[in-house]
């Protein structure tokens, strides 16, 4: 079936180091995609989305860059802060038999 | 706007005990969404809803019931709780249109099944 993962299960990063977390997916047909973060006891909250006729949008601070040829999309967080660590997941809401595939999540965790 | 609003925060139930999770939404979203979320793990699609009188299955959903008679309302059933039912569970809701199809969460539902 579809699927939609994520290369690391954890990323430490430096706190004012940049992050980038990695999203791999396998419908080629998938035309938009949402990243999620979640905090620590919280439900995941909606970062920043891309559609397909894009190879890169910007948001505060975070980047999405989509490469359709390998099918492969990241999130970067500049200057990543304490409040940045979270769960991060990638989303495809148009892939597979059920409305939303998530991936398994990547742990960012920032190191003071 | 409250947003997605889920209750209990917590609970404990004992083997074959049953409760139902509630879920209720403000934004008039149409479809609604029943996720698990097991410890280290992503989020496993229960039930879904697209409107009030449609739901369908998703990838896990035995050991659970669902209904939407209202629009707002989105409760999930557990008949016969089990241990492997021990998870946190979020309730979500989503609004497709031009601006797309982000989904918006509740707190979640933290359960033991002791």
């Known amino acids: 079936g579809e699927s939609v993962g994520l290369h690391l299960p954890t990323l430490s990063v430096q706190e004012g180091d940049n992050s980038i977390i990695n999203c791999a997916y396998s419908?080629?047909?998938?035309?938009?995609f949402i990243w999620y973060k979640q905090e620590s006891g919280k439900g995941p909250q909606f970062i920043i989305d891309?559609?397909?006729?894009?190879d890169k949008r910007q948001g505060q601070r975070v980047t999405v860059l989509l490469n359709k040829t390998v099918k492969h999309l990241s999130l970067q967080i500049a200057a990543t802060q304490p409040g940045d660590s979270a769960v991060y997941f990638c989303a495809d809401p148009t892939s597979g038999t059920y409305k939303y595939i998530f991936g398994t999540g990547t742990r960012l965790k920032v190191l003071a | 706007n409250a947003g997605v609003t889920q209750t209990p925060k917590f609970r404990i139930l004992k083997i074959g005990q049953s409760m139902t999770l509630q879920c209720t939404q403000d934004m008039n979203h149409n479809y609604m969404y029943w996720y698990r979320q097991d410890p280290g793990m992503g989020l496993k699609l229960i039930y879904y809803s697209v409107g009030a009188g449609i739901t369908d299955k998703g990838e896990v959903p035995n050991g659970y019931n669902v209904s939407r008679s209202t629009t707002e309302d989105f409760p999930l059933r557990l008949e016969l709780a089990a241990p492997s039912q021990t998870s946190v569970y979020f309730c979500?809701?989503?609004?497709?249109?031009?601006?797309?199809?982000?989904?918006?969460f509740g707190s979640g539902t933290q359960l033991s099944v002791l």
């Open positions: 419908n080629s047909a998938s035309d938009y």
């Open positions: 979500a809701s989503s609004s497709p249109g031009p601006l797309g199809e982000k989904l918006f």
């Open positions: 891309i559609r397909s006729n894009m």
